[in-house]
């Protein structure tokens, strides 16, 4: 096996082995890497100040089928993707770290994902669209309408693939030529709902269906409410189109509240109980109001600032954490020593050198006689 099988062997494992998102699984992760991290999870031996994952692993740690997970999503055309990898959205999922959200879950640990699509590509430039699962004709006319507008300014459609408005947003984008991305709350192998197996090929063919969950693992409620707060993170703004008193879209609209998105709602006929939730929000300005796709374009990207003709995503869009910070203290010419980087990132100098060295790797960095600089493109 090579070291990069046996790491991603590794990560399979770790997506796995604690119910996710796990924030103690992840920074524990972040500070020993993946094979390390797994190793001390499968030896019942962790290092100081991660004893609390003993309790969080023990049911899990000895069902090693990580192999098995990575066959089978090959399968099915597949892949699971990591923080190391250049597809990995780190900007979009940073807020996810804040004191407000680290409580409830956090950055998830990797993502698996189904579908042709680069994930930091499609949502740099994505919007949520989310609502009831028992909406009205008005709400699907509406969702139609608004996801038609989006397409056709070049915009990514993302949803959860519920019934209602999440599964007429996405397959209006798909009938629009556009592309639409998927959050499940199950493994990317999972049709949940089953009816909708049609239509999640077709986002498979076309889009991508992402998930944080492995191969195999089934809905659950708690799974929708975790999965919420994956797409508000990676939306640019989120619409709700419709929403009763309590519902699913009015926790994704919440945790677009805490993750600073900017959050929209269509109004509804004051009769109707599926438009209660979105009028609420816009009464008591939680919401703006939107009425069409061009107030929705004006909200993610006022004077037209990040939307799709804002340029290609770079390759250090992905770098999160510690590479991020140790890369933004160095200058964009000449050298700059360790122990200023560390100064200049607030990362102590030991970890100032871990990052150095895989951003060398990665071809961000060089190492100039005793100092380092950035390497153009």
């Not at 990362?347 to 060295?357: E, F, I, M, S, T």
């Amino acid at each position: 096996m090579s070291a990069d099988e046996a790491t991603l062997r590794a990560w399979a494992y770790l997506s796995r082995v604690a119910e996710p998102p796990h924030t103690g699984l992840r920074e524990l992760v972040e500070a020993e890497g993946p094979r390390a991290a797994a190793a001390a999870i499968r030896a019942r031996r962790l290092p100081a100040g991660y004893v609390g994952l003993l309790g969080a692993t023990a049911a899990r740690a000895d069902c090693d089928i990580a192999a098995a997970d990575l066959d089978r999503a090959a399968q099915i055309g597949a892949r699971l993707v990591t923080p190391d990898d250049e597809e990995w959205p780190g900007w979009q999922l940073w807020g996810l770290r804040s004191a407000d959200t680290r409580e409830r879950g956090g950055p998830p640990l990797a993502l698996w994902l189904r579908g042709p699509k680069n994930l930091a590509a499609e949502v740099a430039t994505g919007i949520g669209v989310v609502g009831s699962r028992n909406s009205t004709s008005y709400g699907e006319y509406v969702t139609g309408q608004i996801v038609g507008g989006l397409v056709g300014a070049g915009w990514t459609v993302i949803s959860g693939g519920a019934f209602g408005i999440d599964g007429t947003a996405h397959r209006a984008c798909l009938g629009s030529g556009g592309a639409t991305v998927a959050v499940m709350a199950c493994g990317i192998d999972v049709d949940y709902p089953a009816s909708h197996a049609q239509l999640f090929a077709a986002i498979a063919r076309d889009g991508l269906i992402v998930s944080e969950y492995p191969p195999g693992t089934t809905a659950a409620r708690h799974r929708f409410l975790t999965r919420n707060r994956l797409v508000a993170a990676l939306s640019a703004a989120v619409l709700v189109v419709e929403a009763g008193r309590r519902s699913g879209a009015a926790n994704t609209a919440a945790w677009a509240h805490k993750l600073g998105r900017p959050l929209g709602a269509v109004p509804g006929p004051v009769t109707s109980s599926m438009s209660v939730g979105c009028n609420r929000m816009i009464a008591d300005d939680q919401a703006a109001l939107i009425v069409d796709a061009q107030a929705l374009i004006s909200l993610a990207a006022p004077d037209g600032e990040g939307g799709p003709n804002r340029g290609p995503v770079r390759r250090v869009d992905a770098l999160t954490g510690e590479r991020q910070l140790v890369y933004e203290a160095i200058p964009g010419s000449g050298t700059i020593t360790v122990d200023e980087i560390a100064v200049g990132s607030g990362v102590d100098v030991g970890r100032v050198l871990a990052a150095l060295a895989g951003l060398e790797v990665d071809g961000f960095v060089t190492a100039v006689g005793s100092g380092w600089a950035l390497i153009p493109g």
